[in-house]
């Protein structure tokens, strides 16, 4: 008889169910699709967005990740005067009711073989405590460099107990997937174990030639660290052009400095579009002469990739991973504002060296960051921690 495997992920979102997802949740779903194809039985643990408690859409099993109540954190704490025993009473339920009630259930439900999350939070220790209790391995991706020193500007605000349980978990980790060699050597702070490079992946799409013209394309959740306000003065930099602009991100909006460039509507060159469903973002990319990436940090972009399948060259501020851009010649790391809007201005103007720069884009994407590979990655990683654990 053939042996069961089953991997359950814990991803806050899935392209199934939200139109708000992030290059970490799309790359969960885009492993599972191919990891079907070899035999595992795919589950996702995820926020509630209305479904049902388990569905099964595409082949692939969702699990509703239930809110915490509120009520459950209080209980057994109301008779307590003293305000500091209380607090201590509220934090221990807390750390417990929130582990069971807003994860546990649904992994529970899942009964899988191996379980896997991306991204740093409290969540990270969760998983790593449901995987100890069960004896089950468990895999832990880095989707960003502040994912591996545990400082920087996403940490900013966390409260305390979000860290520990983050390091908590990825110290338990059997093993960490790095997307860019980069991201090694400050991992190595945090976590000393077995470590593997698999790049992130997309589909391969046919495309059939890039038209001679075509918009600058920005595409990103519009948070802080992603700059989108840099964006705006290089639409304004240069008018002759059409930007389009795909984002969202309800934090941003409270920002002075959204606050300041409400009279975005009023750049003429500059088309503002909230957040398209995964499935449909693929037309902007197709339609784009240049993409841009104004982050001031990363791990390794998931929209670099998905420009690159369609042989569109990237501009990009401050991020280059492992320097690939630069070595492949791929684009521009303009690193100022100002070399930004001028790398910009000439892979425009200049159409045979947007061809030919998007031709090496392509080639690099397909060579390198082909979906059907990283899931392979995956299924070796995946089918040796099983098998060392049913040992």
């Given at each position: 008889m053939e042996t069961r495997k089953r991997v359950c992920y814990l991803t806050s979102h899935s392209p199934v169910f939200s139109k708000e997802v992030g290059g970490a949740e799309a790359q969960l779903?885009?492993?599972?699709?191919?990891?079907?194809?070899?035999?595992?039985?795919?589950?996702y643990a995820i926020n509630n967005?209305?479904?049902?408690?388990?569905?099964?859409?595409?082949?692939?099993?969702?699990?509703?990740?239930?809110?915490?109540?509120?009520?459950?954190?209080?209980?057994?704490?109301?008779?307590?005067?003293?305000?500091?025993?209380?607090?201590?009473?509220?934090?221990?339920?807390?750390?417990?009711?929130?582990?069971?009630?807003?994860?546990?259930?649904?992994?529970?439900?899942?009964?899988?073989?191996?379980?896997?999350?991306?991204?740093?939070?409290?969540?990270?220790?969760?998983?790593?405590?449901?995987?100890?209790?069960?004896?089950?391995?468990?895999?832990?991706t880095v989707a960003h460099i502040d994912d591996c020193t545990v400082s920087g500007r996403t940490w900013r605000g966390r409260w305390w107990l979000d860290r520990r349980m983050y390091l908590k978990g990825l110290k338990s980790a059997d093993s960490v997937i790095i997307t860019s060699e980069y991201l090694r050597e400050p991992l190595e702070e945090n976590y000393r174990g077995d470590v593997r490079l698999i790049r992130s992946g997309y589909p391969i799409p046919e495309i059939s030639g890039k038209p001679d013209g075509g918009h600058v394309l920005w595409a990103a959740r519009m948070v802080d660290w992603k700059h989108p306000e840099i964006y705006f003065e290089v639409a304004k930099a240069l008018p002759e052009y059409e930007f389009v602009m795909l984002g969202g991100g309800r934090d941003f909006r409270k920002t002075e400095k959204f606050n300041g460039h409400q009279d975005m509507k009023s750049i003429g060159n500059l088309r503002f579009i909230d957040f398209v469903p995964f499935k449909e973002v693929n037309t902007f990319f197709r339609e784009a002469a240049v993409f841009v990436d104004t982050s001031d940090?990363?791990?390794?972009?998931?929209?670099?990739?998905?420009?690159?399948?369609?042989?569109?060259?990237?501009?990009?501020?401050?991020?280059?991973?492992?320097?690939?851009?630069?070595?492949?010649?791929?684009?521009?790391?303009?690193?100022?504002?100002?070399?930004?809007?001028?790398?910009?201005?000439?892979?425009?103007?200049?159409?045979?060296?947007?061809?030919?720069?998007?031709?090496?884009?392509?080639?690099?994407?397909?060579?390198?960051?082909?979906?059907?590979?990283?899931?392979?990655?995956?299924?070796?990683?995946?089918?040796?921690l099983v098998e060392d654990e049913r040992s």
């Open positions: 779903y885009l492993i599972g699709q191919q990891l079907l194809g070899k035999g595992w039985e795919c589950h967005c209305g479904q049902k408690n388990t569905e099964t859409i595409e082949g692939m099993v969702f699990h509703k990740v239930r809110r915490l109540n509120v009520r459950e954190i209080m209980a057994g704490t109301s008779h307590e005067n003293n305000p500091l025993t209380r607090l201590r009473n509220i934090t221990t339920s807390i750390m417990a009711n929130a582990a069971r009630t807003l994860n546990f259930e649904a992994l529970e439900h899942a009964d899988a073989d191996i379980y896997h999350t991306r991204c740093a939070g409290k969540h990270v220790g969760y998983v790593g405590m449901h995987a100890k209790r069960r004896r089950k391995p468990f895999v832990f940090s990363a791990g390794f972009p998931n929209t670099f990739i998905q420009s690159w399948m369609h042989g569109v060259p990237t501009v990009s501020l401050d991020v280059d991973p492992d320097c690939v851009i630069c070595d492949n010649r791929l684009g521009y790391h303009s690193k100022t504002v100002d070399q930004m809007v001028e790398d910009v201005r000439e892979l425009m103007e200049n159409t045979a060296l947007r061809r030919k720069t998007g031709r090496r884009c392509r080639e690099y994407a397909v060579k390198n960051h082909d979906i059907k590979d990283t899931a392979a990655e995956h299924d070796r990683l995946y089918t040796g």
